[in-house]
């Protein structure tokens, strides 16, 4: 409990928390939110970290001067590739074994199903959809490298899509974060963002019931 408060109190006040990794780490900021974005898309393991909100509240104090959106972009785009590629070979490397086990403790194993249904679905353009759905967004270049997806069709995905989401964030909290309405309704607005990012996430849940239950019942039709 306390863990998941501490991941609570993280994600709706980025701004508060932020500001006290700049003030006490300095030029070192660039490298914690490098790494943070890297093992949020990177590893399986931890989809749980802030993604799209870290991004925005990140847009917003460099707008404020107290990082510079000129480095931050460049640098946090090359977080988002690498961390994507790291996991497609994660996924070619471990994942069939994966798919044949129930006791992988590092690894959300209906989450990984629904990334692969999604996948399924959109083809090589889950890549860059999945950019802006948390959890998808981790397990997506994991089925991708389990899958017949080649390394260099799936890095134009990767580039294409970890640049747009980037850069589209870091951007919006660059223009809109200090906006006085925002600015002090910042965790409104975090809350808003998580919402906005989850709801394909719901639609997909929502569909997929949907399509069960007309199997089902088509099944249920048939002739014995």
């Not at 946090?76 to 044949?100: E, K, Q, S």
């Not at 090589?124 to 490298?145: D, E, H, S, Y």
């Not at 389990?146 to 970890?162: K, Q």
Request: proline content about 4%.
């Amino acid at each position: 409990m306390d863990l998941i408060r501490l991941l609570v109190d993280l994600v709706l006040h980025l701004d508060r928390h932020l500001a006290e990794i700049i003030a006490q780490f300095g030029v070192w900021t660039y490298a914690i939110l490098f790494l943070v974005v890297f093992c949020e898309t990177g590893l399986v393991a931890t989809p749980f970290l802030p993604g799209d909100s870290l991004l925005f509240a990140t847009g917003t104090f460099c707008a404020l001067g107290s990082l510079k959106i000129g480095w931050m972009i460049p640098l946090i785009c090359v977080a988002a590739v690498l961390g994507d590629t790291v996991n497609y070979w994660i996924g070619h490397w471990m994942g069939p074994r994966v798919f044949t086990r129930d006791d992988v403790w590092w690894l959300n194993k209906r989450h990984l199903l629904r990334a692969q249904r999604f996948y399924e679905k959109h083809g090589g353009k889950t890549i860059i959809l999945a950019r802006f759905i948390p959890i998808i967004r981790t397990f997506a270049p994991f089925v991708a490298g389990i899958g017949a997806m080649s390394y260099r069709r799936f890095l134009a995905f990767n580039v294409v899509g970890g640049c747009v989401w980037v850069t589209l964030f870091l951007l919006a909290g660059y223009f809109f974060g200090n906006i006085p309405i925002v600015k002090n309704n910042f965790s409104l607005v975090i809350i808003a963002i998580i919402v906005i990012s989850v709801v394909p996430i719901g639609v997909e849940w929502l569909r997929g019931r949907r399509e069960a239950a007309a199997e089902r019942a088509a099944r249920s039709q048939e002739p014995g």
